[in-house]
């Protein structure tokens, strides 16, 4: 809870940068990324989008690699998979286990590569846009692009009361640790029981109060945001177009490329 995504968003200098431009990097790597034919641009992406969180984003080193390495072990477990059972050719190696032979050919552990190069290009793109923009931030833009007020508001909502309700929680259960109320599996169960019984009541008296206090303000039915206005300046039109160029160059080279 001391350490969110937000707070690096906030304290980090590309967060006065202008928004929209942000999220034309992140969308064009996206798009790039998810149609390029070869692993080679994804891990062009995923390099660029990572040193500029890192280098201009003011990110620690250990703190990227940590988040990235959530999403990583879901990852390697598809790769193997799709390796092993996906594709046709001739086996780069094979072995026996339990009397099935299983092997990887060209064309599985290709795809896989890409899979994994997609996922990692992609992840470094939204981990650019989290960890440089705050969230409030990007409802603002939301709301500028013309989304129904109602959806950007409870998208709002919705994610203020996360945090009030993750700290509701880790408070009961310290609580209940404290009393010994995981020493065993019957009591943990129980503990998770009176948990949960405990954030819906909760969450109903917050509901209750966000009510009361929205209205005691006027609240009608739409939610003023600040969108400040940031210009784009020219270093920033140059490293875009730059990266641009890069990523371009990249997939108009390596259209129909393979790795193996």
């Given amino acids: ?13 590309l967060r006065s940068r202008n928004n929209w431009l942000k999220l034309a990097i992140v969308a ?16 062009t992406i995923a390099l660029c989008m990572s040193f500029a969180t890192i280098y201009f984003g003011r990110i620690p ?53 890409l899979i994994l190069a997609r996922t990692f290009g992609g992840m470094s793109c939204l981990f650019f846009l989290s960890l440089t923009t705050p969230v409030i931030e990007l409802f603002a833009v939301l709301k500028k692009a013309k989304l129904p007020d109602s959806f ?39 503990s998770m029981v009176m948990l949960g019984t405990n954030l819906f009541i909760r969450s109903w008296e917050q509901g209750e109060k966000l009510y009361l206090a929205m209205n005691s303000r006027c609240y009608d039915g739409k939610l003023i945001m600040y969108d400040e206005k940031r210009p784009v300046k020219m270093p920033e039109i140059l490293l875009t177009g730059a990266y641009f160029t890069i990523v371009i160059t990249v997939f108009w080279f390596t259209r129909g490329m393979s790795l193996i």
Avoid: C, H
């Avoid at 809870?1 to 200098?13: E, Q």
């Avoid at 064009?28 to 891990?43: K, M, N």
């Avoid at 001739?90 to 290709?110: H, K, Q, R």
């Fill in 1 to 13: 809870m001391t350490y969110i995504l937000d707070d690096y968003a906030i304290l980090s200098p």
């Fill in 28 to 43: 064009f790597g996206i798009l790039v990324g998810v149609s390029a034919s070869s692993p080679l641009v994804p891990f």
């Fill in 61 to 113: 080193v250990k703190f990227y690699l940590q988040i990235l390495s959530v999403p990583s072990g879901f990852v390697l477990v598809s790769i193997i998979v799709i390796a092993f059972f996906f594709g046709e050719g001739v086996d780069i190696f094979s072995f026996s286990l339990f009397g099935y032979t299983l092997g990887v050919n060209p064309e599985g552990l290709n795809m896989a590569l």
């Fill in 152 to 190: 950007v508001e409870i998208a709002m909502m919705m994610y203020r009361y996360i945090f009030v309700f993750l700290d509701v929680a880790m408070g009961v259960k310290y609580a209940q640790t404290v009393r010994l109320g995981y020493r065993d599996f019957r009591t943990s169960f129980r």
